[in-house]
Antibody, heavy 126, light 111 residues
């Protein structure tokens, strides 16, 4: 039974760098992709990107220029960095386990997300 | 503006049946990718409710069921209970984004 525990700074000033880490307990760290999703106040969910244990990443094109994800396999942890934050980046950030699926045209891709971390509210304010 | 379209709200009386729709396009649901549904209570993380269109994780009551057809999917909840009151989100893969896309969420109110 995989469980995720996340942490990171909750209050940032504009132009600073958001940094969050998610620890994976149980299960096999190398068997999955690990995702980050965010939810702006009162709004819906936005996929930020994903990474696997080998460090292979996929990012949302809308955030790609500011996002970096990394893994530490010795600690079963993965991290998110988002540079040059602004008020629009204020959101609850979640880490989640991504299951993989496959079809002939797409190859391997990620589908459902389960489980999720508890979420971290990140507020960007001067 | 979310890639997948859901109604902002639905409501029903206890014991009734409600459905929540999720409409996509040819780059996600219409391309054949599966749809997944999540339930979210205020202040908590989303929880997987239905995966790969119609499968329920262990522990999810069979009052919750999912279906998919063409470029749309639906979540049905039968025998509505007060503690079903929550936000519900659909999710799929999008091959133009090469990643996950979500619906804007539907708030279920139990009258």
């Amino acid at each position: 039974q995989v469980q995720l525990q996340q942490w990171g700074a909750g209050l940032l000033k504009p132009s600073e760098t958001l940094s969050l880490t998610c620890a994976v307990y149980g299960g096999s760290f190398s068997d999955h992709y690990w995702s980050w999703i965010r939810q702006s106040p009162g709004k819906g969910l936005e996929w930020i990107g994903e990474i696997n244990a080998s460090g292979s990443t996929n990012y949302n094109p809308s955030l790609r220029s500011r996002v970096t994800m990394s893994v530490d396999t010795s600690k079963n942890q993965f991290s998110l960095r988002l540079t040059s934050v602004a008020a629009a980046d204020t959101a609850v950030y979640y880490c989640a386990t991504a299951s993989s699926n496959h079809d002939i045209l797409t190859g391997y891709y990620r589908d459902y997300l389960d489980p999720w971390g508890q979420g971290t509210l990140v507020t960007v304010s001067s | 503006q979310s890639v997948l379209t859901q109604p902002p709200s639905v409501s029903g009386a206890p014991g009734q049946r409600v459905t929540i729709s999720c409409t996509g396009s040819s780059s996600n649901i219409g391309a054949g990718y599966d749809v997944h549904w999540y339930q979210q209570f205020p202040g908590t993380a989303p929880k997987l409710l239905v995966f790969r269109n119609s499968n329920r994780p262990s522990g999810v009551p069979d009052r919750f069921s999912g279906s998919k057809s063409g470029t749309s999917a639906s979540l049905a909840i039968t025998g509505l209970q007060a503690d079903d009151e929550a936000d519900y989100y659909c999710q799929s893969y999008d091959n133009s984004l090469s990643g996950s896309v979500f619906g804007g969420g539907t708030k279920l109110t139990v009258l």
